[in-house]
């Protein structure tokens, strides 16, 4: 293959780098750098919704904003001004035409929005919501049918997604929309290996796309079709094309899509060994989306990082960047619970209002109606035992809540204090046995042994007998030394590990890497310790291979700062923590991994793999 020419490119990225403090000034070789993340809606739509009264008008000047933002793919704005417009259409009592179709618009902005942000279930819920509610509009409801699919695509439920797909491609009128259905038809249908027709849909939603004008969704087909090739050899033509896309995404500021096809760009690099390109590629991306404030944008690019240093044996770094993907992601979640709750306190406040509205309009009845107001005094009666009797049953039920939880918190310790004694007493247990056989039954056998010798008698029962005693006598000391944990006084500890983990990769289709650094260290950590690792080792092994599913396991046990790090991450089915039950396999791992003075911490969504990130003091064993 004819080697790429990355000089000039080279010389591009350092440009680039060198202005990331012009705030969007362009080079000549098309790379532009951001110090803010520019606005794109005008001040005059912005200054119209802040002064508009009428509430038709507000609702359309809230879906000409929303559509710049579903654009550009700012995802907070997206779902922010999808709220605003479910609010307004809910809170306004005024009777007019159409209430229906704007409720079901805001519900698909608000699921656009979530798809975007990761969130796949409830923007399902939202497209759902939406076409529930049975509008006349043909056009919003494919878009909402359309956002239903990509959902179930998001959720790899792709038996449920497919159908979907199709028949917005045979029913729907709107180019852009079947021109998406048509990208993520040809996906599912190159994944199962239905090459030709994968291709007549990306060809056909590529033209649909240029009828429509839609550069941006032109751009995502164009990308996509380079990366079906990805198991073809780069070459001047491919990357000429991301070239191409890039600098049309930049200049058009789609920095979702400017950041997929730098991720492509830097595995080209990689692919012809320009690792530092690369790596500046990547790290310049990432500064980018910082300054940018894209949370999703950051993730993507520090799992391409993540990725690309462990392709150099960079494990220190490897690390360093995952466990910044960690904190991000514990970030998003955060924000994204701080927003939630943002969401139930809005909707409080509306529901506040309404109630006082109602209250207002009962007194003014109460004022016409000369006989309520006799009534007056015994509805404030009933009103004030209504109100004490709530309170002394939401008063009941916290006091059983707090009891239920003491006694939950006994039983568990109770629970920690007797397995902890059970492991304490299995392994004194243990040394015990082995100490006997040891002692005792080897020292009986090792003095007939002697016995025998002295015997002057050679006969072959005596040979047969000796042969047998002897064979006993090793059995018993084999016993004696795994009883005590041989295996790891005559092994070093990642070359255990390494060696259990090329048993298992021998006998299934899963990746599993063992990645130690630096092996010294980890190998010179107390035996007890490492035989509570190599323990919860299997263990984790155990689960993924048996509930994940997961096509790729990575294991890391870094010594850095004073402590043992073991992280454990797969791409498996994932689960929700907080629906889901430990059972005895964790509770043990968890005690193992407390007796040694250690943490553990489990990260895991539902189909986004799981992450076990364990904590141990660092020591070396005497």
Do not use: C
Not at 326 to 333: F, H, W
């Amino acid at each position: 293959m004819k080697r790429l020419n990355f000089k000039k490119q080279y010389l591009s990225i350092t440009m680039f780098s060198m202005m990331l403090v012009g705030y969007g000034q362009q080079t000549s070789t098309g790379y532009t750098a951001f110090g803010t993340n520019p606005a794109k809606v005008p001040m005059s739509l912005l200054d119209s919704l802040k002064n508009e009264a009428d509430a038709l008008a507000r609702f359309r000047l809230i879906d000409t904003i929303s559509k710049i933002h579903l654009q550009y793919g700012y995802t907070d704005s997206i779902i922010s001004y999808g709220q605003m417009l479910q609010r307004e259409v809910e809170f306004n009592k005024d009777e007019f035409v159409n209430k229906p179709y704007w409720l079901a618009k805001s519900y698909y902005i608000i699921g656009v929005g979530k798809h975007l942000n990761g969130l796949p279930d409830p923007a399902l819920g939202y497209h759902i919501r939406a076409l529930q509610l049975n509008i006349d509009d043909e056009s919003l409801v494919y878009e909402n049918q359309l956002g239903m699919a990509r959902a179930y695509y998001s959720k790899k439920e792709y038996e449920k997604a497919l159908p979907l797909f199709l028949s917005i491609i045979k029913e729907s009128e709107d180019l852009s929309t079947v021109s998406t259905a048509e990208l993520y038809a040809s996906l599912l249908y190159r994944s199962k290996g239905e090459n030709q027709e994968s291709e007549r849909l990306l060809s056909s939603a590529l033209t649909k796309a240029k009828q429509a004008g839609n550069d941006k969704l032109e751009m995502i087909i164009e990308l996509s079709g380079i990366q079906m090739t990805q198991n073809v050899k780069y070459n001047d033509t491919l990357f000429n094309q991301l070239e191409t896309i890039k600098n049309r995404a930049l200049a058009a500021h789609y920095y979702d899509l400017y950041t997929e096809v730098i991720i492509e760009i830097s595995k080209m690099y990689v692919a012809n060994g320009n690792a530092d390109v690369a790596n500046m590629t990547l790290s310049i991306a990432y500064t980018n989306a910082i300054q940018w404030d894209r949370w999703q944008l950051q993730k993507r690019i520090l799992q391409a990082l993540s990725r690309f240093y462990k392709t150099q044996e960079d494990y220190e770094n490897a690390y360093a960047v995952m466990t910044q993907y960690t904190a991000l992601n514990e970030q998003i979640i955060k924000n994204q619970n701080y927003n939630a709750v943002k969401e139930l306190e809005i909707k409080h406040e509306i529901d506040k209002i309404e109630q006082e509205t109602d209250r207002q309009r009962l007194i003014k009845n109460s004022i016409l109606i000369g006989f309520l107001v006799l009534l007056g005094p015994v509805i404030a009666l009933l009103v004030t035992y209504y109100q004490k009797l709530k309170t002394q049953i939401a008063l009941n039920e916290s006091q059983e809540e707090v009891n239920q939880q003491r006694v939950t918190s006994l039983i568990k310790d109770q629970e920690l204090k007797l397995i902890k004694a059970s492991v304490e007493g299995e392994d004194k247990e243990r040394k015990r046995i082995a100490q006997e056989l040891h002692d005792s039954i080897g020292g009986n056998l090792a003095s007939i042994k002697l016995q025998l010798r002295s015997n002057e008698t050679r006969t072959s029962a005596y040979k047969n007998i000796a042969k047998q005693l002897d064979d006993t006598y090793e059995q018993v000391r084999n016993l004696s030394h795994n009883l005590t944990a041989k295996k790891f006084e005559q092994n070093a500890f990642t070359q255990l590990v390494s060696d259990y983990i090329e048993n298992i990769n021998s006998g299934t289709d899963v990746s599993i890497s063992f990645n130690p650094h630096p092996k010294e260290k980890v190998n010179g950590i107390k035996q007890h310790i490492q035989v509570e690792i190599f323990k919860v080792i299997q263990e984790l092994l155990t689960n993924a291979l048996k509930h994940a599913k997961a096509a790729n396991i990575e294991i890391h046990a870094n010594i850095y700062d004073q402590k043992l790090t073991l992280l454990f991450e797969d791409d498996g089915l994932g689960f929700d923590l907080a629906k889901v039950t430990f059972g005895m396999g964790l509770k043990g791992m968890k005690n193992r991994i407390e007796t040694i003075g250690g943490t553990m911490i489990i990260d895991a969504m539902p189909n986004r793999g799981t992450v076990v990130n364990i904590d141990i003091p660092y020591k070396i064993k005497i």
